[in-house]
């Protein structure tokens, strides 16, 4: 919001410059994000910039030198004696006479004339004056130097307002307000400062002038000002004229309304015109300038409706003004000359033939305000800011006054905003305002009431303020404070300490932030610190016992999972958790048909692409590593992440998966050699093992299993404890090729990690490392092909018993020695004891039972 202090001046007197008034307004949570000068020299002497100032706010604008940049006064335009597009202006500086040329086309029709029956007011350049040059694109600095132009010496300028900084326009020269005295310094007489504050949407409540003003006179300590509401009205009663009814009050609480008769439509005042401008609106005429005006000035947004449209459109009956939802398939043309289709929940007012606007959006251009409008229909209203917001997104059609009802407006504010305007409009356009004002009020606000003990105070804050200072810094932002007794708290000396105190508060109505016990205490408490000043708030220890400090087991199993993942190699990604149900069954092949999904789905999507929650990790990560396909040759991604699955209660279910994609070469391109292989299936199932064995998950098993989604044969799913965590292996070709990655082997992996959490043990058994000598011996199996290694391997161990500290396979050969249908295992043994060095006869005697199991169990045959 864009506040000119000119302007904010008019509610509350400080001569504090404009950096400290920026400065204490960004540390009470008004963050001032640029200051620009018009005219004037920033205090501190720097602009554009502020260099070495790198924390404040930017700041822009073109001082005015007082001496060279004036008031001047045209009494005559001559035309050039040599140029047709020329004029010679005779001017009074204030000190001489001067003929001044110009190009100015605004400036022609008082060509030829004589002298002037009313001087013109303009900006005056003197020689030697700094602007920014008018024929240049952006700001680009000039200096007024004497030269001959067409024969016409020329060494001064009438100014428009692009070389002086204020706007764009270079259309024409300014002409300034009758009452400019000429020879005044310019800087004096239109020298400005424009703060743009930025409103979050916890300081909407100060989206208005009046709103900043009040900050100002609490951070200042000085008196406010608000404007008057009260006006004076000797119209015609309106009561019989216009009935309201509001069909759905939770959606407009408050319909206020009142009548100007004989408005005269013109230009509105060059103040007017100029405040409007400065703080980034366009005047119009006097009465939609009005509107606007108060709405920037108290916060209140308005309407005005041509009174005789209405009275047209009833037909001769009493006007009936109605507040509704749209109906199916209705439509209004806006302001903006566009016709939009309305939604079942777009607020309309209408009447009884139709919508007359958008409620707290865009009025209807059927009974805008024209030039020949003569009757007025002002309307101040409140309005749900939910459905303001919901209007603003499904229209695409943002504007001033839903910028501030979507965050929150008051109905009190609607008699305060419609009183300054109407008697605004009395004085600036001329109108009869009516005697009586049609109010409807169906839904009345709530006041808040706060009881906020001064121990409290204290305790959040760890500083000791006096009640009275507390009581004074509440006040000075409109609240209504009373200081009573704690009950029960007066000591035995009959002396009361501050904290047996407690404030009595009542929150003005334009504090909708503020809530009930404690949550409004802490409200409170909030505003206080920011007004006293955070920078007064001394460090000190918490007097508070500190809660008892509670784990996030949960958590813990995740973030253990992804350290262990990352230092395998993989690079952790985060995607979209909203996705579309075609793009969930892309990771099947074509033709196959796809599970049915049930899948949560948005109300209102941004776009078609990401209306549902996803049901699959694993499709959200082929998702990137698609889109990162053409940048690398190697991709090592996991995710680990919710899906969101219907749960029969109002939030769905959120179970954490485990998602990996491994495509390309085992190691990067670098400057050492690097293994280029192609990953494979063993690659994923070490990573898998590594994981788990890190998690400390025991006896983990893989098992051939068929996944449509994997390729045939390539695929195996992972037990714990005989439940089934996920699945493993090479995707499908043709779902590979569905994700445009070609050349490599695509290998994924999907685990339910809720499966896995009832094994991952916060407490698990440790050995000692044995400082006794192992045993290494070889040993070659035959066994039949069918037979799964990893059985092998649990043969080995249980036959060997703890002394079997590991169990290696490092070949694995089929051929005519083996056997037909058969195959050759050679595994590495380390044998181990904790307690003592093991002899020959020992480790004979556990390879002895080894070798009697593998061939008892499985029909082994030992390789001598």
Known sequence: MKVPLSWLKEYVDFDLPPEEIASRLTFAGLEVESIEYIGLAPQNGHIDGLPGEERGPKARGLAWDREKIVVGRVFEVLPHPNADRLVLCKLDDGRTIHTVLTGAPNLFPYKGQGPLAKPLKVAYAREGAML?????????????????????????????????????????????????????????????????????????????????????????GRKLRPPSYLFRASGEPLKKHLRIRIQNPEFNPRFTAILLRDVQIGPSPAWMQRRLSRAGMRPINNIVDITNYVMLETGQPLHAFDWDSLAARASGNAVTIITRTARPGETIVTLDGATRTLDDFTVLVCDEKGPLSIAGVMGGAETEVRDTTVNILLEAAAWDYLSIRRTVQAQKLPSEAAFRFSRGVHPAATLRGLGRAAELMRTLGGGIISRDTVDTYPRKAPVVRVDLPMKEVRRLLGVNIPPRKVAQILESLEFVCRVKETPARRRRSGKISDDDLTLQVIAPDHRLDIGTGVVGQADLIEEIARIYGYARIPEVQIADLLPIQRGNPGLEQEEAARDLLVNLGLQEVLTYHLTAPEKEAAVYPPGMEVPAAEYIRLANPIVPERRVMRCSVLASVLETAARN??????????????????????????????????????????????????????????????????????????????DPRFHPGRCAKILVGGTALGVMGQLHPQVAARFEWAGHDLLAAELNFELLRPYLLRQYPVHSISEYPPVLEDLAVVVAEDVPVERVIQKIRSSGGEIVQSVLLFDVYRGEQAGSGNKSLAFALTYQAPDRTLGSTEAEEIRTRIIRALEGDLAGKVRR
């Open 132 to 220: 920014y040059d008018g024929h240049q694109p952006g700001n680009v600095l000039t200096t007024l130097q004497r030269m001959k132009i067409r024969g016409v010496e020329s060494y001064s300028m009438i100014c428009s307002e692009k070389e002086l900084g204020i706007s764009a326009d270079h259309e024409g020269v300014m002409i300034l307000p009758d009452d400019a005295p000429a020879g005044t310094p310019l800087a004096d007489y239109l020298g400005d400062v424009i703060l743009d504050v930025k409103i979050n949407p916890n300081m909407a409540r100060n989206a208005n002038m009046v709103g900043i003003a009040r900050e100002v006179s609490a951070l200042t």
């Open 629 to 706: 396909a053409s940048r690398t040759d190697r991709l090592a991604l996991f995710e680990l992440g919710p899906v969101y699955l219907p749960s029969g209660k109002p939030l769905p279910a959120e179970p954490v998966q485990l998602a990996i994609v491994l495509a390309g070469p085992r190691e990067s391109r670098d400057w050492r050699p690097s293994d280029r292989t192609p990953a494979d299936f063993f690659d994923l199932k070490g990573i898998l093992e590594g994981v788990l064995s890190g998690l400390h998950v025991p006896s983990p098993t893989f098992e051939s299993t068929r």
